[in-house]
């Protein structure tokens, strides 16, 4: 059964994911490599005669094993004492341990397949709060959206906890959410959710006169499903992407086909809350956006690795050219969780001259406005049995051949910060100012 995870934030420690997932943990900010090499489990025991024996460490650490196993006060399995070396061998926070189950789970959501509702809870100011609803889940179709307070679960309890709703929702497959904007409860309504397994979209598009979103089961569709976006001039799009991950490249492409044909000239590329995914993705979606790039697959982003050596990875063609004009004003929306290939895809567009920092725009808490700065990357090695290891492998420069690992992307680069809640209300007014400063106002 499904469970709550922590999830990796700056500003919200206490976010749990709730999507159906088994994993272990969920790491958004990865960009995703798949390998298969041998490192862990049965290997740990076998297989080491080919080279003479274990040494001395090793011998040492199946003591400790037999040891603690036999005479430690508590019954304690080996299952449980692999779980904790399992730990110990995830060196930073990007490296984390997958059973073949779970493993299962990471290559469904990477093809964008969902199993469950579809959101993820925060604690905010002691109080539960939505702060990610998947599109074209069952929780985006009930109408649950980002920023919304739960305030009592189907069974009448107060959702006082995140657990408690996780709880709550672990037991049910058809959950009823009492949510609102309002912090008191003003405006709450019921919402019924059914849980389903689902197709994940992940860039949805908007402009001054209509909302597309992806709509679908096995196969979805860019439907129509409401007004433009207020404060939107007439020559502007509004793409964003969630997560570098399922069908987003080809979402993408087809978002930017829309404004095409909409006519659209300027285009706003709204990365808030993306925590990164898969370097192929990336790849594809930045093709369509190297302004000054002349090669036909021009460099998106280079990973240097301990042993010296330095692995380029190239866009899937290069067709700007296609989709906007040269003199077409891009820009961009970030916040500190904005991770990864996220800061990849910033990096592509400040490296090609798509657009310059003063184009994009960072949220501003209580410190100085920047992005996530995650600049390494994450392999996964596979052991015979299905145990799989995520291990950060190499260190990632952008083409201009800078790296922002523990730094981000800030205002003192030239960005421009915009103060505003980390998540919306029934306004989204991160966005509202943005829009205004395009039309002339200061922020």
Known sequence: MARGEERETQKQQNAVSFTGSRRKKWVLGAIGIVGALLFFAGAFFIGYAARGGIDEQEKSLLWMIDAVE????????????????????????????????????VVDSSNGLGDGYGISL????????????????????????????????????????????????????????????????????????????????????????????????????????GGGMEGLDGDTAYIAIIQFEGHAAEEFEACLGKMKERGRKNLIIDLRGNGGGYLSILCKISAHLMRSAEDRNPLVTQAHFRSGKVENYMAGGNDYSQYLANDAKIRVLADENSASASEALIGVLISYGTCGYGDIYLRKGTGTARTYGKG???????????????????????????????????????????????????????????????????I
């Open 122 to 225: 925060t604690l905010d100011g002691g109080k539960v709060r939505i702060s990610r609803v998947i599109q074209n889940s069952p929780a985006e179709l009930a109408g649950l959206k980002k920023g919304m307070y739960v305030h009592e679960t189907g069974d009448k309890t107060a959702a006082t906890s995140t657990s408690a709703v996780i709880s709550y929702l672990n037991g049910t497959e058809n959950a009823s959410l009492v949510c609102g904007f309002a912090a008191d409860g003003s405006d709450k309504r019921e919402i019924v959710v059914k849980r389903s397994a689902y197709l994940a979209a992940y860039c949805y598009y908007a402009d001054s006169e209509a909302t597309f979103r992806y709509r679908g089961e096995k196969k979805y569709a860019l439907t129509e499903t």
């Open 376 to 442: 390494v990357m994450q392999s996964h090695f596979t052991a015979p049995d299905g145990n799989v290891m995520r291990l950060t492998v190499a260190d990632i420069y952008w083409p201009n051949e800078r790296c922002i690992h523990g730094v981000g992307v800030t205002e003192e680069d030239g960005a421009v910060p915009v103060s505003a809640p980390l998540l919306p209300g029934e306004r989204d007014e991160f966005l509202e100012q943005v829009l205004a400063a395009i039309a002339g106002a200061s």
């Open 70 to 105: 036999k005479n430690y006060h508590d019954e304690v399995t080996r299952d449980e004492l692999f779980d904790r070396m399992y730990d110990a061998l995830e060196l930073d926070k990007f490296c984390t341990h997958y059973t073949p189950e779970e493993y299962d789970v």
